[in-house]
């Protein structure tokens, strides 16, 4: 049974430029929260995402934004990168019934130069 | 504002010793209290959970005592092997969607 999985695993962009990142929650699952550790730090809480909505939204700006496919995947887009959006993104799925259940996955390590 | 404050950074034990890590919250509203351990290059895994209704809760090594009145919950590893050597967060929701978590325990087991 796969767990969460997300892609791509490194990616180095620079100021300005945008990032779309990607996940499949485990199977089962169909609610999808993002979170954001910086280094040494604990997850910090962006969105998460229910029926292909945006149910909950921590404080991030508009910068951040996401989409919830009909098959439960879901995409973290972040426009206009600054250098303190370096993080590692971890994606983390639950079931509705379930919700205080979360796995995550491995996350997603972003670099901005 | 850090809702849910961790200490120590960062901990050294012997090969059976018990290392303990300390959580404080503010939120009363919380009810959900789990703790999560990562390893490098992996994301947190669920390690147990309590709810503010139990004072302690054990699965195999792991202990979670909680302090209700003193808004205080700690995790203790008993016997505790190399092989626990990784970062462990306490956490804390009231929501199940928004998960509140703390900065991290380095916590080394030395053989």
């Known amino acids: 049974d796969a767990g969460v999985t997300q892609s791509p695993t490194h990616l180095i962009k620079t100021r300005g430029q945008q990032v779309t990142l990607r996940c499949s929650p485990k199977?089962?699952?169909?609610?999808v929260s993002w979170y954001q550790q910086a280094l040494g730090q604990g997850p910090q809480f962006i969105f998460q995402?229910?029926?292909?909505?945006?149910?909950q939204r921590g404080n991030f700006p508009d910068r951040f934004s996401g989409h919830q496919f009909p098959n439960y995947s879901s995409e973290l887009n972040v426009n206009a990168l600054l250098l303190g959006d370096s993080a590692l993104y971890l994606c983390a799925s639950s079931s509705i019934s379930g919700a205080n259940v979360l796995t995550f996955g491995a996350g997603s390590r972003l670099t901005v130069l | 504002q850090q809702q849910v404050k961790q200490s120590p950074q960062s901990l050294i034990v012997q090969k059976g010793g018990i290392p303990i890590i300390n959580c404080a919250y503010e939120?009363?509203?919380?009810?959900?209290f789990p703790w999560y351990q990562q390893f490098p290059g992996k994301g947190p895994a669920l390690l147990i959970a309590i709810r503010p209704d139990v004072s302690e809760k054990k699965e195999g090594r792991f202990t979670i005592s909680f302090n209700k009145s003193a808004k205080q919950f700690s995790l203790h590893i008993m016997d505790s092997q190399p092989g626990d050597s990784a970062t462990y967060f306490c956490a804390a929701t009231y929501t199940g969607n928004q998960f509140y978590f703390g900065t991290g325990t380095s916590l080394t087991v030395i053989p």
């Open positions: 199977s089962g699952h169909d609610t």
């Open positions: 995402y229910y029926e292909e909505e945006e149910r």
């Open positions: 939120n009363t509203a919380f009810d959900y």
